[in-house]
């Protein structure tokens, strides 16, 4: 896998890129009829956040419920997983992001307006994510599901990321704050944080 010259400009220039089709769409289905599968078995739990050292629940902050996915080769998921794999090391070699190990997560926003509250994935000067990928499991997305990202790039407007199915949105853990708008049907998404190589 390999970064477009577009890609790479874009995710130094406005700190993301975007691109529309990740997986294809064969694979792209086998993907997310597992991921609803795991959702639909109940297994996931109510995501928490952290305030200082503690987690906690609060719902008008993110309503989305998780479970984190390990690699599993053969599987749709596992087929997932490496090509964010693959997606890690191209960003390395790319954009020289320097990156080392990733968690995926698997998360759902069951509908009904959950939401995730604008925030940032990292802060300047902690040694933790770098880079963010989300690839998006949402066949027959329509405005009226809502559930948009939006993307606060430095220095412009928002942008607002339709989670269509196969597509995946690139940005800068540092850099890009963003907000999940209130989703009116189930919302699926997987998510990878990469790590600098100097992280645990």
């Not at 009904?112 to 994935?121: E, F, I, N, S, V």
């Not at 540092?174 to 190589?197: D, Q």
């Amino acid at each position: 896998m390999e970064l477009t010259d577009n890609e790479v400009e874009a995710l130094g220039t406005r700190g993301y890129f975007i691109r529309p089709a990740f997986l294809g769409e064969a694979r792209a289905h086998a993907a997310r009829d597992e991921a609803l599968a795991r959702a639909d078995s109940g297994g996931l739990r109510p995501a928490a956040i952290r305030r200082g050292a503690d987690r906690t629940r609060d719902t008008a902050v993110r309503g989305d419920l998780i479970d984190w996915v390990l690699p599993e080769p053969g599987t749709p998921l596992g087929v997932l997983w490496e090509s964010f794999r693959e997606l890690g090391e191209a960003l390395s070699a790319g954009a020289y992001l320097g990156l080392g190990r990733f968690d995926l997560q698997l998360a759902c926003y069951p509908g009904g307006g959950a939401h995730y509250a604008r925030h940032r994935d990292a802060f300047p000067g902690q040694s933790n994510r770098r880079a963010t990928a989300i690839w998006y499991a949402n066949a027959g997305w329509t405005p009226a599901h809502g559930g948009v990202l939006r993307l606060y790039p430095e220095d412009s407007a928002p942008v607002d990321v339709e989670p269509s199915l196969d597509r995946l949105v690139v940005f800068l853990s540092e850099r890009i704050e963003h907000e999940v708008l209130p989703a009116f049907a189930p919302r699926l998404a997987l998510t990878a944080w990469y790590y600098g190589r100097d992280a645990g």
